[in-house]
Nanobody, 126 residues
Framework: QVQLVESGGGSVQAGGSLRLSCAVS????????MAWFRQAPGKEREGVAV????????RYADSVRDRFTISQDNAKNTAYLQMDNLKLEDTATYYC???????????????????WGQGIQVTVSS
């Protein structure tokens, strides 16, 4: 059974930083892709960033490019999302997701992922 556990969320003032972690257990890390999604109240779940675990290629949503960085530690089976210069509109529940295959085509579609974490809250205040 594959499990994804997020950590690192919380509250921060606008302009601040947070780093989210997603630990993966129960599967071989390095043969697929890991992504971060977020969902704000009343909005659809949106893709934030993705990394192919074998090659390390990345993609970002336009709204977070140059502010967020996705990375991984294959030895720890863990993916990270470094969030800098946070804005009020970044407030949401953040989810990590794992999918099979290294292709990043259509990476932002939630249906492309087999496993999901429980979600973690990020709140940005003024």
């Amino acid at each position: 059974q594959v499990q994804l556990v997020e950590s690192g969320g919380g509250s921060v003032q606008a302009g601040g930083s947070l780093r989210l972690s997603c630990a993966v257990s129960g599967d071989t890390y390095g043969s697929g892709r890991m992504a971060w999604f977020r969902q704000a109240p009343g909005k659809e779940r949106e893709g934030v960033a993705v990394i192919s675990t074998g090659v390390g290629n990345t993609r970002y949503a336009d709204s977070v490019r140059d502010r967020f960085t996705i990375s991984q530690d294959n030895a720890k089976n863990t993916a990270y999302l470094q969030m800098d210069n946070l804005k009020l509109e970044d407030t949401a529940t953040y989810y990590c997701a794992a999918g099979q295959g290294n292709s990043l085509l259509w990476w932002a579609l939630p249906t492309k992922y087999n496993y999901w974490g429980q979600g973690i809250q990020v709140t940005v205040s003024s």
